[in-house]
């Protein structure tokens, strides 16, 4: 079955450590997208790529990195700039040009820092 | 992206009730969409609105898209314990970057 696969589920980052979250879909999906969910807020958008080797920054992308060298591959790197990074953090993917349906998302990964 | 306003932001349900959660935003979308995240787990699609004035219901879901396009409706009708979780909205712009609601939490009363 086709879907998105994020890992690790869990993820603990000691202070002024660098981490990667993966994130691998085989929907065949052009565009990938990070979102960060923190409690009672809606999810807020990280970085999102639409085509391989392009990707531009979201509403939050400061102390993020992300790469896009595979059409399945959207890696996050959570660098030690960012200064609050224990949150939750979904993938998502999309096909372009499809007016219909919505985002497909990851079951994410749960990052704290300790 | 905008964070849509959302409520009620948790509420309390008692099992067979019908409930009701709404959404509104300052700015026109072309397509609303409605996500329920179990605890730990990424958000599932529930409904897609695509157009002013629409009504659509899967089960016992219901959504209507505003005739405004500024806002929009999700109705669970006959509540039953695994309806327990948080119900997201979503708007979704040209562009098709999405904006979403901070989120209904929805707990059961056996």
Same mark, same amino acid.
């Given at each position: 079955d086709g879907g998105i696969t994020q890992s690790p589920k869990y993820l603990f980052r000691k202070e002024g450590q660098n981490v990667t979250l993966s994130c691998e879909q085989n929907?065949?999906?052009d565009a990938m997208y990070w979102y960060r969910q923190d409690p009672g807020q809606g999810l807020r958008l990280i970085y999102y790529s639409q085509i391989v080797n392009d990707f531009q920054k979201g509403d939050i992308a400061e102390g993020y990195s992300v790469s896009r060298e595979k059409k399945e591959s959207f890696p996050l790197t959570v660098t030690s700039?960012?200064?609050?990074?224990t949150a939750f953090y979904l993938c998502a993917s999309r096909r372009q040009g499809m007016a219909r349906g919505g985002y497909t998302f990851g079951s994410g990964t749960r990052l704290t820092v300790v | 992206g905008q964070q849509l306003n959302q409520s009620p932001q948790s509420m309390f349900i008692q099992e067979g009730e019908d409930v009701s959660m709404n959404c509104t935003s300052s700015s026109i979308f072309n397509t609303w969409l409605w996500y329920k995240q179990d605890p730990g787990e990424g958000p599932v699609l529930l409904i897609a609105l695509y157009k002013a004035g629409e009504l659509t219901s899967n089960g016992r879901l219901t959504a209507q898209f505003g005739i405004t396009r500024k806002d929009s409706f999700l109705n669970i009708s006959? =509540?039953?314990? =695994?309806?327990?979780g948080i119900y997201f909205c979503a708007g979704r712009s040209n562009d098709y970057k999405l904006s979403f609601g901070a989120g209904t939490t929805v707990t059961v009363r056996a």
């Open positions: 929907l065949n999906h700039a960012q200064k609050n990074p | 006959a =509540s039953i314990p =695994s309806d327990v």
